[in-house]
T-cell receptor, first 114, second 111 residues
Framework: EAQVTQNPRYLITVTGKKLTVTCSQNMNHEYMSWYRQDPGLGLRQIYYSMNVEVTDKGDVPEGYKVSRKEKRNFPLILESPSPNQTSLYFC?????????????FGPGTRLLVL | QKEVEQDPGPLSVPEGAIVSLNCTYSNSAFQYFMWYRQYSRKGPELLMYTYSSGNKEDGRFTAQVDKSSKYISLFIRDSQPSDSATYLCATSSGGSYIPTFGRGTSLIVHP
């Protein structure tokens, strides 16, 4: 079954405590991306990756880091989380990056930073 | 002005109605147009993907793009209560891998 998994699904943390949200896909997709979803603002892309070791900034990359050491995994790192990073985060993957025509989203990670 | 505008709704319709969901966009460079469905507490699910202008049909769903007026639509025929969800439109240009999303329209189909 085609799947994008994220862990953890829910996370409460405190300001400044480094955290990592993992993302893994089983479809051998080259393109992976991270989004955050906030009420009234919709989905905004944080970072994307075209392939292993190839990453680039999306619309809202400040305060986030990513890495792509393996094709299937694309972790999102918050080195010093702040309350304005409280949000719902989605990882996505697709076979072709342009147009996202075969895109799958993960189930989401709800993050609260106190 | 946000690049992609979408009325948040909610839009409430009776079962069996034809639903029209719409977005407008401002960037004439946008060439790829997508519609996603998002159920409560779930990730978005790609429904329709179109390139440039024209119509695309998939079952009860029809996506329509009018580049001259920068207007994109999703029509749902014979709507069902299971269609109740938030519908997100998104666009991207040919040279960009960063899609721009609308804020989503909440649709409620009541029996």
């Amino acid at each position: 079954e085609a799947q994008v998994t994220q862990n953890p699904r829910y996370l409460i943390t405190v300001t400044g405590k480094k955290l990592t949200v993992t993302c893994s896909q089983n479809m051998n997709h080259e393109y992976m991306s991270w989004y955050r979803q906030d009420p009234g603002l919709g989905l905004r892309q944080i970072y994307y990756s075209m392939n292993v070791e190839v990453t680039d900034k999306g619309d809202v990359p400040e305060g986030y880091k990513v890495s792509r050491k393996e094709k299937r995994n694309f972790p999102l790192i918050l080195e010093s989380p702040s309350p304005n990073q409280t949000s719902l985060y989605f990882c996505a993957s697709s076979l072709m990056g342009r147009g996202q025509e075969t895109q799958y989203f993960g189930p989401g990670t709800r993050l609260l930073v106190l | 002005q946000k690049e992609v505008e979408q009325d948040p709704g909610p839009l409430s319709v009776p079962e069996g109605a034809i639903v029209s969901l719409n977005c407008t966009y401002s960037n004439s460079a946008f060439q790829y147009f997508m519609w996603y469905r998002q159920y409560s507490r779930k990730g978005p699910e790609l429904l329709m993907y179109t390139y440039s202008s024209g119509n695309k049909e998939d079952g009860r769903f029809t996506a329509q793009v009018d580049k001259s007026s920068k207007y994109i639509s999703l029509f749902i025929r014979d709507s069902q209560p299971s269609d109740s969800a938030t519908y997100l439109c998104a666009t991207s240009s040919g040279g960009s891998y960063i899609p721009t999303f609308g804020r989503g329209t909440s649709l409620i189909v009541h029996p």
